[in-house]
T-cell receptor, first 111, second 112 residues
Framework: AQTVTQSQPEMSVQEAETVTLSCTYD???????LFWYKQPPSRQMILVIR??????QNATENRFSVNFQKAAKSFSLKISDSQLGDAAMYFC????????FGQGTTLQVKP | NAGVTQTPKFQVLKTGQSMTLQCAQD?????MSWYRQDPGMGLRLIHY???????DQGEVPNGYNVSRSTTEDFPLRLLSAAPSQTSVYFC???????????FGEGSWLTVV
């Protein structure tokens, strides 16, 4: 079975500070992909960052970076220099051909 | 290039009625999926397909049917609607499992 767990239902961060969202997953597949998606109140799904499991190097996309620990099956998202527009629900997702999402973390950014 | 198109966007059904949510993509994607999202929750996989003629169950398949007769279309059928099926439904597609996943705008379904 394939599972994705986000243990932080809600997080808050001060504007310009750094925050880390946690995600753990489980799969028996050796070839898979991991994603973080952002969902604002409009419900649109916006890709934040993508990581291939076979790559050891952590993915980075501007202010967003991941800490991918394959042995521990951990995939956390770090948001640096947080902005008000970062406030949204964030979902971790695992794709083995079957795409499964975590329960989500609601991020609040305080001015 | 329309991307992933879902119809209808809003629908109200009575308990016991059946209906089909349509999903179409024009990007020649092999992978297509249906999800439901309940308030404050994540997306739960209902059914998915890795190509025309191939479908499989996801996490919450009960009460739903799918078929994939063409690469472009992946309709989701509610057989006998129940209030527990009130949710927002998303269709998604991608070329392969590691490629960018495109989502439809969602279909808001209320069962009364």
């Amino acid at each position: 079975a394939q599972t994705v767990t986000q243990s932080q239902p809600e997080m808050s961060v001060q504007e310009a500070e750094t925050v880390t969202l946690s995600c753990t997953y489980d799969t028996s597949e050796s070839d898979y992909y991991l994603f973080w998606y952002k969902q604002p109140p409009s419900r649109q799904m916006i890709l934040v960052i993508r990581q291939e499991a076979y790559k050891q190097q952590n993915a980075t996309e501007n202010r967003f970076s991941v800490n991918f620990q394959k042995a521990a099956k951990s995939f956390s998202l770090k948001i640096s220099d947080s902005q008000l527009g970062d406030a949204a629900m964030y979902f971790c997702a695992l794709n083995t051909g079957k795409l499964i999402f975590g329960q989500g973390t609601t991020l609040q950014v305080k001015p | 290039n329309a991307g992933v198109t879902q119809t209808p966007k809003f629908q109200v059904l009575k308990t016991g009625q059946s209906m089909t949510l349509q999903c179409a993509q024009d990007m020649n994607h092999e992978y297509m999926s249906w999800y439901r999202q309940d308030p404050g929750m994540g997306l739960r996989l209902i059914h998915y397909s890795v190509g025309a003629g191939i479908t499989d169950q996801g996490e919450v398949p009960n009460g739903y049917n799918v078929s994939r007769s063409t690469t472009e279309d992946f309709p989701l059928r509610l057989l006998s609607a129940a209030p527990s099926q009130t949710s927002v439904y998303f269709c998604a597609s991608s070329y392969a499992s590691g490629n960018t996943i495109y989502f439809g705008e969602g279909s808001w379904l209320t069962v009364v």
